[in-house]
């Protein structure tokens, strides 16, 4: 039997008949029946307790803030999960922080990836990859949006901000004009699947093409090229708590004023100032397929022949 329902049977039917001859018809010990009714008793109280203190501190406290109240006010310890029980019952949970819930936006529009790791280009502007990555080494964190050509790994676009939102990706795009039939490489990241920038790429005659969820590995270039750029200049020179401005000088500079060579997959880093190559005002970015010392003698004279100039 259900002890509520047996106290509440005999407190209706004691007013004609004695608790002792209720509970011989119930076939249920008086022993039974007053412990059972001072255990509901008790958790009257403690409920009452809980209502109280819930109250008087306008519903901004947890079961275990409450519990700890309670447990001041009686000698034996009471459990917490008991004071759940209770507060869920009588709906008396913390009503000032409720629980967060993630809302997952759905992406308005995914696509395949149609490079496959092939970072593989005939001629300029036929395959571009783009990213977003973190500045953090001013006093607020900036973002850097840049487009590279696999063709040749020349930053054709990019943009600096505070703010890492649709504009951004956006007026990094509008930089440029791509040819239609471009294929430009992405993660999946909310900005590059909203329907802003599917919009905007239809309207430039891109076709996109996307890495798998969570794989960096998938758009190896850029996120390569944003490694490097950071490492090369804040972290290997310490770098790290400059002013916004500072920040913004130091990476446009780099990306104006640098060339990468590559020989035997060992990077070197040339820092020269060039006013124009090949008519690209930006970061140029000059792959040598060097096959021997005398290959490299003869590019690091024209180099510095360039460099002179």
Same mark, same amino acid.
Request: proline share 4%; net charge positive; glycine share 2%.
């Given at each position: 039997?259900?002890?509520?329902?047996?106290?509440?049977?005999?407190?209706?039917?004691?007013?004609?008949?004695?608790?002792?001859?209720i509970?011989?018809?119930?076939?249920?010990?008086?022993?039974?029946y007053?412990?059972?009714?001072?255990?509901?008793?008790?958790?009257?109280?403690?409920?009452?307790?809980?209502?109280e203190?819930?109250?008087?501190?306008?519903?901004?406290?947890?079961?275990?803030?409450?519990?700890?109240?309670?447990?001041?006010?009686?000698?034996?310890?009471?459990n917490?999960?008991?004071?759940? =029980?209770?507060m869920?019952?009588?709906?008396?949970?913390?009503?000032?922080?409720?629980?967060?819930?993630?809302?997952?936006?759905?992406?308005?529009?995914k696509?395949?990836?149609?490079?496959?790791?092939?970072?593989?280009?005939?001629?300029?502007?036929?395959?571009?990859?783009?990213?977003?990555t973190?500045?953090?080494f001013?006093?607020?964190?900036?973002?850097?949006?840049?487009?590279m050509?696999?063709?040749?790994?020349e930053?054709?676009?990019?943009?600096?901000?505070?703010?890492?939102?649709? =504009?951004?990706?956006?007026?990094?795009?509008?930089?440029?004009?791509?040819?239609e039939?471009?294929?430009?490489?992405?993660?999946?990241?909310?900005?590059?699947?909203?329907?802003?920038?599917?919009?905007?790429?239809?309207?430039?005659?891109?076709?996109?093409?996307?890495?798998?969820?969570?794989?960096?590995?998938?758009?190896?270039?850029?996120?390569?090229?944003?490694?490097?750029?950071?490492?090369?200049?804040?972290?290997?020179?310490?770098?790290?708590n400059?002013?916004?401005?500072?920040?913004?000088?130091?990476?446009?500079?780099?990306?104006?004023?640098?060339?990468?060579?590559?020989?035997?997959?060992?990077?070197?880093l040339?820092?020269?100032?060039?006013? =124009?190559?090949s008519?690209?005002?930006?970061?140029?970015?000059?792959?040598?397929?060097?096959?021997?010392?005398?290959?490299?003698?003869?590019?690091?004279?024209?180099?510095?022949?360039?460099?002179?100039?």
């Amino acid at each position: 039997m259900v002890p509520a329902v047996v106290i509440d049977l005999v407190d209706q039917l004691k007013v004609k008949y004695s608790i002792k001859l209720i509970l011989e018809v119930l076939n249920i010990p008086k022993s039974t029946y007053y412990r059972w009714k001072n255990k509901t008793h008790k958790n009257d109280t403690v409920t009452q307790k809980v209502i109280e203190l819930c109250k008087a501190n306008h519903y901004t406290y947890g079961y275990r803030k409450i519990t700890a109240l309670i447990n001041q006010c009686y000698t034996s310890p009471i459990n917490h999960k008991r004071v759940q =029980r209770m507060m869920q019952k009588h709906h008396l949970n913390c009503r000032v922080r409720p629980k967060k819930t993630t809302k997952i936006g759905k992406p308005y529009y995914k696509t395949d990836n149609l490079l496959q790791r092939q970072f593989k280009a005939s001629c300029p502007m036929e395959v571009l990859t783009t990213d977003i990555t973190y500045l953090p080494f001013g006093h607020s964190m900036l973002y850097l949006s840049s487009i590279m050509d696999i063709y040749n790994g020349e930053i054709v676009a990019y943009k600096i901000d505070d703010k890492q939102d649709q =504009r951004l990706v956006n007026d990094t795009l509008n930089q440029i004009d791509i040819p239609e039939g471009c294929i430009l490489h992405s993660d999946q990241g909310s900005v590059y699947t909203s329907y802003a920038y599917y919009q905007l790429c239809e309207e430039k005659g891109i076709i996109r093409s996307m890495s798998r969820k969570g794989t960096p590995a998938d758009n190896a270039p850029i996120e390569s090229f944003h490694s490097s750029l950071k490492s090369e200049t804040f972290y290997i020179n310490n770098q790290l708590n400059n002013s916004n401005h500072i920040v913004i000088d130091i990476v446009e500079n780099t990306l104006k004023t640098i060339i990468i060579i590559e020989f035997n997959k060992t990077r070197l880093l040339i820092p020269c100032k060039i006013q =124009r190559i090949s008519s690209l005002e930006h970061s140029v970015f000059i792959k040598f397929p060097f096959k021997g010392v005398s290959t490299l003698l003869i590019y690091v004279r024209l180099l510095l022949f360039i460099i002179t100039i």
